[in-house]
């Protein structure tokens, strides 16, 4: 029904309280069976609020459907690729690499990165977007850095691929990332400095453990620091598949340093000893550094996971790997591999 407009000193009849004025306000019930015993017979248009699930709904002609914006709402969990572990020393047998940082961490859904809160849901107009997975940095080749992780991204939001570990025989500060990589252990002085990570994506990695060169720092995590006893940092657990899964941990520093929860790779576990750990695939887990001729272990390759109504359908590009899931109205889509379009 059209909008009436009142005029100063027009009397105002029942029938227009009944029409203009009751269907053409929000109305507020205590819940569906109120709203049904009051309103019998509604009208198209007709907005209402319910107390009991503190929802906006409108009568579309047939049914009560709710208000939401234009578009499709995405929970996500967007995480980029790990730091490559950084190598050793050519020729001095204590200088050692660090570990490398896990990849940027954002999410709608139980926290993000730094362990800040989480970030607001996606809302995005019926179109097609391109989604990458980012993939893990490249482990130093003595004697050089970890390479950094790549980034991973879809619709407004982009993760930053983790930093590279520093090596004990060039660039020795680790490099800056979604969390950065640590510092390797040079000369018997842990006196390099650190590269903090990005706001809402990570944390930083550390410096060598208090001089001693046989121990790197480990790679910052998405939930902790690394730390100068060159373990990585931890990541951060989340729950947007339905049961909570911990990811984004940096890589151990070399000699012996642990991994850090949620995929990081343990360092190289002495000084003469070349075996560190690749981080995780799809967690963004940092990579382990490497000792002596070592060749920093490769960073984990990154993950994209999506909720949204299960009226949705999504179209996947064939350079995708994904899967889908169903539960309570919403679809799960975990992309775990590649580059190409998604549209809806």
Do not use: C, H, W
């Amino acid at each position: 029904m059209p909008r009436k407009v009142f005029t100063a000193g027009e009397v105002l009849a029942a029938s227009d309280v009944n029409t203009y004025l009751m269907n053409q306000a929000v109305m507020t019930f205590a819940g569906t069976a109120a709203r049904g015993s009051a309103i019998p017979s509604p009208i198209e248009g007709m907005v209402t609020y319910l107390e009991d699930t503190n929802t906006f709904q409108f009568y579309n002609g047939t049914a009560y459907a709710p208000l939401k914006p234009a578009g499709v709402e995405f929970d996500f969990l967007i995480l980029a690729g790990g730091g490559g572990g950084g190598s050793g020393e050519a020729n001095v047998a204590g200088d050692t690499g660090a570990g490398g940082g896990a990849g940027g961490y954002r999410s709608s859904v139980t926290n993000t990165g730094g362990s800040a809160v989480a970030e607001s849901k996606m809302n995005l107009p019926a179109g097609s977007y391109t989604l990458k997975v980012g993939a893990g940095g490249a482990g130093g080749a003595n004697p050089n850095v970890g390479g950094n992780g790549s980034n991973s991204f879809f619709g407004t939001v982009n993760s930053i691929g983790g930093g590279g570990g520093g090596s004990g025989e060039q660039l020795v500060v680790g490099q800056a990332g979604g969390s950065s990589g640590g510092m390797a252990s040079f000369a018997g002085t842990s006196a390099f400095g650190q590269v903090n990570g990005l706001l809402g994506q990570g944390t930083r990695g550390n410096e060598s453990g208090g001089g001693q060169r046989i121990l790197a720092g480990g790679g910052g995590g998405a939930g902790a620091f690394g730390v100068t006893n060159a373990a990585g940092g931890n990541g951060l657990a989340n729950s947007i598949t339905g049961s909570s899964v911990t990811r984004g941990g940096g890589g151990g520093g070399a000699a012996g340093g642990a991994g850090g929860t949620g995929g990081g790779g343990a360092g190289a576990t002495t000084a003469g000893t070349n075996n560190p750990v690749a981080g995780t695939v799809n967690t963004g887990g940092g990579g382990g550094g490497a000792a002596r001729f070592g060749t920093g272990g490769a960073g984990g390759s990154g993950i994209v996971i999506l909720k949204y109504p299960d009226t949705v359908t999504l179209t996947i590009g064939a350079g995708l790997t994904s899967s889908t899931t169903t539960s309570g109205g919403f679809k799960i889509t975990s992309f775990t591999a590649g580059e190409d379009t998604v549209s809806f």
